[in-house]
């Protein structure tokens, strides 16, 4: 099945810093998401991005179909950013189920 | 705003018992997941359904069974309680055609259910 790696696996940032969040994925895929996970469990949607660039508020998100990686923005980091970040994603073949990467656990500090 | 329910955040019975999930949707999805997150293992997929009263295996779905009697809601049952079924326990739900492969449409999950097997 279809392989989902995330980068770094942690990542420790001092508040107002900015980062990036990378996915690389090993097949074509339909879809793409990226979720956080806040301390209490809840995976909340950032982006539903299979190609192209998006922009949410702090957050940004560009997806490379073609060299099957996707990479994460956070600017001017806050606090509450802390969490887990997951890549997940759809393989384009028949039988495809959506695919987690480990994610990436960013810890911002005041 | 789509809005994914869970009936418990947190759950705790004894092995043996017979332990029901719930999770509601309001958005008339078509599609519904059980994922279970054990650390060390991320996300893995229990069983889905992509029609009401249809059901399909995921990758660990072993000691699990499911119903869907409503579109709106999709219970995981565990018949027979196991510690190494301690988890976190989480519902998911998308727009899909009506066949179960292929599904491209964006997931949304509900806040989890924490259960714990002693």
């Known amino acids: 099945g279809i392989q989902v790696e995330q980068s770094p696996p942690d990542l420790i940032l001092q508040e107002g810093a900015n980062s990036t969040l990378r996915c690389n994925f090993s097949?074509?895929?339909?879809?793409l998401q990226w979720f956080h996970q806040n301390p209490w469990g809840q995976l909340i949607n950032l982006f539903y991005?299979?190609?192209g660039t998006k922009q949410n508020g702090r957050l940004s998100a560009t997806t490379v179909a073609t060299e099957r990686y996707s990479l994460l923005y956070i600017s001017s980091s806050q606090t509450t950013d802390s969490g887990v970040y997951f890549c997940?994603?759809?393989?384009?073949?028949?039988?495809?189920?959506?695919?987690f990467g480990k994610g990436i656990t960013l810890s911002v500090r005041p | 705003d789509v809005k994914v329910t869970q009936s418990s955040r947190y759950l705790v019975k004894r092995t043996g018992e017979k332990v029901f999930l719930e999770c509601v949707q309001d958005?008339?999805?078509?599609?519904m997941f059980w994922y279970r997150q054990d650390p060390g293992l991320g996300l893995r997929l229990i069983y889905f359904?992509?029609?009401?009263?249809?059901?399909e295996k995921g990758d660990i779905p072993e000691g699990y069974s499911v119903s869907r009697e409503k579109k709106e809601r999709f219970s995981l049952i565990l018949e027979s309680a196991s510690t190494n079924q301690t988890s976190m326990y989480l519902c998911?739900?998308?727009?899909?055609?009506?066949?179960?492969?292929?599904?491209?449409?964006?997931?949304?999950f509900g806040p989890g259910t924490r259960l714990t097997v002693t």
């Open positions: 998911a739900s998308s727009f899909g055609p009506e066949s179960a492969w292929g599904i491209s449409y964006e997931q949304y």
């Open positions: 097949d074509s895929v339909n879809n």
């Open positions: 991005i299979p190609s």
């Open positions: 997940a994603v759809l393989g384009a073949g028949a039988n495809s189920k959506l695919t």
């Open positions: 958005m008339d999805h078509e599609n």
């Open positions: 359904s992509y029609d009401v009263k249809m059901k």
